[in-house]
């Protein structure tokens, strides 16, 4: 019954991973858009992380998780016959794919690895296996996706070391000096949970020494290599070894100074120390939150989750995904309730809570965005497109289309303000397109992509008027949720609550105005 179990829940995170929502925009453009654009030459946008004086984002942990797998399939694409590159959007289903395969293998493993117990294993894989975490952040393309995997896999090699004290550990310290210093250059909050598990080294490697100097070793060449990337990908020119002497690019350097700056932080959103506790916890964790309190299982894992939850809450800018690599720790460290009736009340709130929010941010969080771009990528008459109250959508996606196709992202402009900008780009309206597809054939074409939700264009798209602007619906989308076009000052909470989830999905409309004769 349990393995029947385990298997569907590994289905469902499949299913997930091969649903096009899209969580947060850091998902492409700190990682797989970075690197599409190396290997595969599309055009593509750099974001500030990228294009700073001071870089904050390092390629070097990008090149192993997104680079090697890229290389492959064009390696597959090119030996099949093909010609030309592979299309973006196959790239993007292999990459989701690939999010899918190593969090079923390797933090499934790690579970496996870091709990002794068989019958609390079992049920510890079962209950991470259900998280909508699992199915769905785990299942993206995010650097704390990653950041979860690495540092499960140094609290095993940390387990692996120090209940083995008389084995050699070479080879675990070389890993291990390895993975902590690819944890520290994919994000630096990484050594924040790995702070407390670490100190159980100390004793092994006072005592094995040249353990430590293996260690060390791994740890320092992987660190010059990094950096040696890093400065590559960063210097206009070939480098030389008098530019990683004197202006090298040290990234995660860079990230830290950034990072502890309080007025580059009020950019990105400032919060109570106590966000993470209080909110973005119990929304990554829901009804485990309860026994994380009441029935927890000390372990390694816990001390580990609690080491980078405090250090993290330190920060004034806290996000929910920050916390991502205490999930399965978490999960894995409390005791299900023994009283039977008290287990069918949380087995149950467990299944909702997970379905619930699982569907909405696996099916439904701006879910819009990717095939709206796949749709713009195939019209020959797309030339500029304005995306309004969404996410910023992935321009690598466009396959090569952004080469002629401008996209503007106006976040929540004003709706006067909106009209205005599309008063300037909109080319002129010909009667005879209105009823049919000639348009296509137009040199230049202007697109609005909004959510069906902005009530505010109800009275222009009728295009009852015959001067001004000219809406033709050429989209739609349905299963796309915008959570960030919530009013609930001016609409209140139920009008706001039908509208942005009665009149679900996403547009797009292609705009045209009059013009003098």
């Known amino acids: 019954m349990l393995r029947r179990t385990y298997l569907f829940l590994v289905l469902v995170r499949l299913w997930f991973a091969l649903s096009p929502s899209y969580l947060h925009p850091d998902e492409n453009f700190q990682g797989p858009e970075v690197i599409a654009g190396q290997i595969f030459h599309y055009p593509v946008r750099h974001t500030w992380e990228f294009t700073n004086e001071h870089p904050i984002r390092s390629v070097f942990p990008l090149w192993p998780v997104y680079g090697l797998p890229m290389l492959l399939l064009r390696w597959l694409w090119i030996g099949n016959g093909n010609d030309g590159e592979i299309p973006p959007i196959a790239v993007f289903w292999t990459l989701r794919v690939l999010m899918f395969a190593i969090s079923f293998v390797l933090e499934d493993w790690a579970i496996h690895e870091l709990i002794p117990s068989p019958r609390h294993r079992r049920v510890a894989v079962l209950i991470v296996a259900s998280s909508y975490v699992t199915w769905t952040f785990q299942t993206h ?35 291990l000096g390895f993975v902590a210093v690819f944890g520290v250059f994919n994000r630096i909050t990484f050594p924040a949970f790995v702070l407390i598990p670490g100190l159980q080294l100390l004793k092994y490697y006072w005592k094995n020494p040249l353990s430590f100097m293996m260690l060390v070793f791994a740890g320092i060449s992987t660190t010059l290599f990094a950096i040696a990337l890093d400065t590559a990908f960063y210097t206009p020119h070939s480098i030389t070894w008098l530019d990683l002497v004197r202006r090298p690019v040290l990234t995660p350097l860079n990230n830290f100074l950034y990072n502890i700056d309080p007025e580059n932080l009020a950019q990105h959103g400032l919060h109570p120390w106590y966000q993470h506790l209080l909110a973005n916890l119990p929304q990554l964790i829901g009804p485990a939150a309860v026994l994380l309190f009441t029935r927890p299982q000390c372990s390694i894992r816990l001390y580990s989750a609690i080491s980078g939850l405090v250090v993290l ?59 709206a771009q796949a749709f713009l990528s195939k019209q020959p008459d797309a030339t500029q497109a304005i995306w309004w109250k969404t996410y910023m959508p992935p321009t690598w996606l466009l396959n090569g289309k952004n080469e002629v196709l401008t996209t503007r992202d106006v976040m929540g402009m004003k709706g006067e303000i909106l009209l205005e900008e599309l008063e300037k780009i909109a080319t002129c309206d010909i009667p005879a397109d209105r009823r049919s597809n000639e348009y296509l054939k137009e040199k230049n074409g202007t697109y609005l992509v909004a959510p ?58 292609r705009v045209t105005k009059s013009c003098p004769k």
Request: proline share 5%.
């Open 141 to 175: 393309t995010f650097s704390n996706s990653v950041e979860t995997l690495v540092v499960a896999w140094c609290l095993v090699l940390i387990q692996r070391i120090v209940e083995n004290p008389n084995r050699s550990s070479f080879l675990a310290s070389a890993v």
């Open 313 to 371: 809450s330190l920060s004034k800018h806290q996000e929910a995904r920050f916390l991502l690599p205490t999930v399965p720790l978490i999960l894995s460290s409390i005791r299900l309730p023994k009283r039977k009736s008290a287990l069918r009340i949380w087995l149950g709130s467990w299944i909702v809570f997970n379905l619930a929010l699982g569907i909405l941010f696996g099916v439904y969080h701006q879910g819009g965005i990717v095939p």
């Open 452 to 509: 069906l939700s902005a009530a505010w264009l109800d009275p222009y798209l009728p295009n009852k008027g015959l001067d001004g602007l000219r809406f033709r619906e050429v989209w739609r989308y349905r299963q796309h949720l915008n959570l960030d076009d919530m009013d609930f000052g001016d609409d209140g909470v139920w009008n706001t609550l039908t509208r942005v989830i009665g009149r679900r999905g996403l547009g797009i409309w």
